[in-house]
C-alpha cells in the first residue's frame, strides 16, 4: 500500500516567499535543497532577530511560550490549541487553518474570548512588507477559531540611548496596523489557492528574472537564474535600475551589443566606452585638481564598526556605527614611506575612549585626513564625540581636514573596465592597483563586524579568539594601505603636470 503524503503547508516564509515569485516558493516547498547554506551575515541576521523577540518578551509577563523546540507543525498546533485556555500572552503560538500555517510571536489575550496579534521586527519602523505577513497570520488564526482584536508591529525605537542595562519598555516602540492589515486581508485566501496550485506542480513555473528578484528581500537562488549573465552584462552599467531588465528581456546581454543611442551621456558613456576600448577612462586635469586639494602628511583612516540592534555599550543607540578597531596609514611627503598605527579592541569595554583618545595623538594637526567615503568615518567620529564630548572640540578642529578619496571615482575621472560599474574601494583597489583582498581570511567589512562579535562576545578559545584577531588586523591595514598606493597610482597618472608652486609648496611641508 503507498503512503499519501500530505502536501506542504504554506507558512509565514513560504507566503511571502510566494509573493515575490512563484519559482521560489516552489523551490522552497519541493526542492529546498538548491537553497544555499545561510552565510556568516544571513545567520546573524537570524540571530539578531532571535535576541530581539527573546528582548520583546519581557514586555508581556506570565507570558507562555508554546514548543519552541517543536518543528511539528502540527504538534505546535495541537500545544497551541490547548494553551488558549490559559488566557495567557503565548510565544510562538503555531496554527493551521487549511493550507496555511502561522507561528505568531505574541498573542495577547484580551477580556474573556479577544486575542491581540503582535508581530515583533528588528526593524526601527513598520515597513511594507511587514503588512502581508501581518495579514496571512490574522487569516490563520481567525481560520483556526481565534477572534482577533487588534494587530500590532513591535519594533526597535531608534532614538532609544542605552543607559545601564537594556530596558524593552523604552527600547521597543509599538505601532497599530490594523486597518492596513484588513486591506490587503481580502487578498490572501485567493493568494494561497493560487500558491497551493504553483507548489502542486511537479515543475516549477517559469519566471523571468526582474526587479522582484531584489525586493523585498535579495533572492537566495539569484544563482540559479541570473547564471548565464557575462562579465559585462546590463545590470553591470552603472545606475541602470530597472531599465536594465528591460534590455535583457529584448535579447540584450552583454553591455558591448547594446545599441550606441540608447546608452545615457555621463557616467555610463564613459562605462560603455571603456568596455570596449578595454583601457582605463583618465581625467588628468580633473585628478590633478583633486590631489591639488589634499595636503601632507596624509593620514589615511579606516574603521572597523559595529552596529548591532540591541546597543552593546552606554550612549549608544541601535544599529549606531561605533567603532572598534582603526588602521592609520602616515606619509609625511609625496613618495616617502608610510608608517602604520593600528588599534583592536580588547575585551568588552566601550572601545571609543580610547580609540579617540589614541587618534587624537596620531593625527597632529596638520596634514589631510583621508578616508574612502569619509563621510563614514566622520560620522563615526561625529558620533562617539557626542556620546565622550572631551573630544569634541579636538574632533571640531580635525574634521575640516577630513578628504575623500572616492571622490575622483565616483565622479569617474578615473575608471577601469574592471570596477564593473562600482567605485567602492574592493573594485577600484584591484583595477588601479593590481592589489586584492583575494584568499584573505576576513575580506570585507560585515565580516569583519560580525567576526568580532563572535570572538569577543562569544564562547570561543583563546587559540580561535588570537587567530580572528591576527585576520582583523591584517584586513583593515590593507583598507589604508591600499589608499596608500591608490593615491601614489593617482599621482601618477598626473605626473607629467606641475601644479602651481602655492600647491606643491603646501603638498610638500613637513
Known sequence: MTKTLRPPLISKSSYMAGLQCPKLLWHKLNEPEVFPEPDALTQAVFDQGTAVGTLAKRLFPKGLEIGARVIDKRMVDELSRAALAERRPLFEAGFIAGRAYARADVLVPV??????????????????????????????????????RRCSVMHI????????????RKLFARTEVTEEVEEVGGDVAGNLDEMARVVDQPQP????????????????LQDLCWKALPKHNVFSLTRVGNQAFDWYHRGFLRLQDLPRDEVATGKQAIQ?????????????????GFLDRIEYPLYLLDFETVGPALPLWNGSRPYQQVPFQFSLHVVEAPGGKP??????????????????????????????IVAYNAKFESQVLEESTEAYPAFAAWWKRAEPRMVDLLVPFRNFHYYHPDQLGHASLKNVLPALTGRSYEGMEIA?????????????F???????RRHVRAALEKYCALDTFG?????????ELVGDQTPRPEVRARRSRG
Open 272 to 288: 560603455m566606452a571603456a568596455i570596449r576600448s578595454g583601457r582605463p577612462h583618465v581625467e588628468r586635469e580633473a585628478i590633478g
Open 339 to 368: 608608517s602604520h598605527h593600528a588599534h583592536l579592541a580588547e575585551g568588552r569595554v566601550d572601545p571609543r575612549p580610547e580609540i579617540l583618545a589614541r587618534l587624537k595623538n596620531l593625527l597632529d594637526k596638520r596634514g589631510s
Open 157 to 168: 525605537d531608534r532614538a532609544y540611548v542605552r543607559r545601564g542595562g537594556l530596558d524593552p
Open 483 to 491: 589608499m596608500v598606493e591608490i593615491v601614489r597610482k593617482l599621482e
Open 444 to 456: 570585507e567589512g560585515v565580516t569583519a563586524s560580525l567576526e568580532y562579535l563572535r570572538v569577543t
Open 111 to 148: 477580556g474573556r474570548k479577544q486575542w491581540d496579534l503582535v508581530e515583533v521586527k528588528s526593524s526601527t519602523k513598520v515597513k511594507e512588507e511587514h503588512i502581508p505577513d501581518v495579514a496571512l497570520q490574522r487569516h490563520v488564526y481567525e481560520g483556526a477559531g481565534l477572534d482577533i
Open 205 to 220: 513555473p517559469k519566471v523571468k528574472i526582474g526587479p522582484h528578484c531584489f525586493a523585498p528581500y535579495e533572492c537566495p
Open 458 to 464: 562569544g564562547d570561543v578559545s583563546q587559540a580561535e
